[in-house]
């Protein structure tokens, strides 16, 4: 059974950046798509990144394209977010998710989710 378990968030100030990380344990990560989300109380989880199995294909949320950069590191069995110029709108729970499949934005296609991973940003 895959786990997933995000790491990296924290309070940052806006304009900082943060480097999110998604272990896997349990299973090859390298056979699965995974995709970043993050949600708000009250308001649905929303698709941020995804990236391909290989790491040769990803793709971005308009709202957040040029701010968030996916990358995965298969040896490590990491996949990772970056998230550069937070804004006070960015403050979510952001989670991981994994598929054996195609690398979607759409969080009803994922069947492995981690704990989350609070972001917040105030100054």
């Known amino acids: 059974q895959l786990q997933l378990v995000e790491s990296g968030g924290g309070l940052v100030q806006p304009g900082g950046s943060l480097r999110l990380a998604c272990a896997a344990s349990?299973?090859?990560?390298?056979?699965?798509?995974v995709g970043w989300f993050r949600q708000v109380p009250g308001k649905e989880r929303e698709g941020l990144a995804c990236?391909?199995?290989?790491?040769?294909?990803?793709s971005y949320a308009a709202a957040v394209n040029g701010r968030f950069t996916i990358s995965r590191d298969n040896a490590k069995n990491t996949v990772y977010l970056q998230i550069n110029s937070l804004k006070q709108e960015d403050t979510a729970i952001y989670f991981c998710?994994?598929?054996?499949?195609?690398?979607?934005?759409?969080?009803?296609?994922?069947?492995?989710w981690g704990q989350g991973t609070q972001v917040t940003v105030s100054s």
């Open positions: 998710a994994a598929v054996w499949g195609m690398a979607t934005l759409k969080s009803n296609f994922y069947y492995y």
């Open positions: 990236i391909s199995h290989s790491g040769g294909s990803t």
């Open positions: 349990g299973g090859t990560l390298d056979h699965y798509a």
